[in-house]
């Protein structure tokens, strides 16, 4: 059983930063980590990746304001979020794909993130 556990929402202001953190539990191996997130009244959109091969990438919304990271071997993704707005205000929730066959996702219980004006 796969088990994600995230950490690091709440409210800020414009401007400031915050870090969220999603760690996997379980021997498995990952195909991909990610970070995606839903505001009221819209769809879940993808905001970060980042493959088992390096590769990362963002939303156009954030591009140079939120870094994907990932420790491999503690199985955590990190996501750094610089200069945050008030339409980054959203349940941010991650996601692991596992190199099951076929790979399956799974999700987070996803962290408010809060930004005000």
């Known amino acids: 059983q796969v088990q994600l556990v995230e950490s690091g929402g709440g409210l800020v202001q414009a401007g400031e930063s915050l870090r969220l953190s999603c760690s996997a539990s379980?021997?498995?191996?990952?195909?991909?980590m990610g970070w995606y997130r839903q505001a009221p009244g819209k769809q879940r959109e993808l905001v970060a990746l980042?493959?088992?091969?390096?590769?990362?990438n963002y939303a156009d919304s954030v591009k140079g304001r939120f870094t994907i990271s990932r420790d491999y071997a503690k199985r955590t993704v990190f996501l750094q979020m610089n200069s945050l707005k008030p339409e980054d205000t959203a349940v941010y929730y991650c996601?692991?794909?596992?190199?099951?066959?076929?790979?399956?996702?799974?999700w987070g219980q996803g962290t408010q993130v809060t930004v005000s004006s």
């Open positions: 379980g021997t498995i191996f990952i195909n991909a």
């Open positions: 996601n692991v794909v596992v190199a099951y066959i076929p790979p399956r996702d799974y």
């Open positions: 980042s493959t088992s091969g390096s590769t990362t």
